[in-house]
């Protein structure tokens, strides 16, 4: 199991982690990656499984859609809205 880490490093340093995940899967083995990262997920995953609530609501390869990740994730799950956020505080003194 792989947590992506992506943020908070070097774009050379991101690169390397990314090529060495499809290099491992080019040579046949499975990596689990667990990513909030919707466009890092789209750009190397090629099996994609969308978690909601801790249920599952999507088991498939990205290929059986023509969406974006993101796209499909809020199809899949609903668009987000601005009360579900209250816990940032309504910037109002």
């Known amino acids: 199991m792989c947590p992506v880490a992506h943020e908070g490093i070097d774009p050379v340093t991101a690169r390397s982690i ?3 995940l499809q290099r ?5 083995t499975t990596v689990l990656l667990t990513s909030h990262s919707l ?3 789209d750009r190397i995953a090629t099996q994609v499984l969308v978690l909601r609530g801790g249920k599952l609501v999507w088991d498939s390869s990205l290929q059986d ?3 974006s990740l993101e796209t499909l994730y809020f199809r ?3 668009q987000p809205q601005s009360e579900d956020l209250a816990w940032l505080g309504s910037g109002r003194s």
């Open 18 to 20: 990314q090529d060495l």
């Open 24 to 28: 491992l899967t080019r040579r046949g």
């Open 39 to 41: 466009a890092i997920a």
């Open 65 to 67: 859609t023509a969406d």
């Open 76 to 78: 899949l799950t609903g």
